[in-house]
């Protein structure tokens, strides 16, 4: 999931940054914010099956909101308002390619 979603943001970042430079730092931003996420997620989803720990683990996703949802308007106010939707298409871009990675697995195995 991570090398497809860095593949992804190299190449679609490069197209991009030759329409709009802030836009496509924007994308290769919100891919790595995303596979930040992702791989958060999965971890709290972890310790919350180990621990039992419902309040660390709402406490932590509200963190990730606060801190990944802040991002995207920061480059919106330095470049066009649709850099927005550049960064959120490569932060949900990993846990895309991790759904269809996980049904191929789960339809394979």
Known sequence: MVVWSIVFAVLAGLVLTTKAPIAGIALVFGTGCGIA???????????LVDHKSVATFVFSSILRIGVFGIVPVEF???????TMVAYFTGFFTPLALYTVL???????G
């Open 102 to 108: 996980v049904a191929r697995a789960v339809r394979t």
């Open 76 to 82: 919106a106010l330095h470049g066009p308002w649709w």
């Open 37 to 47: 996420n992702a791989l958060l997620t999965m971890r709290g989803n972890e310790r």
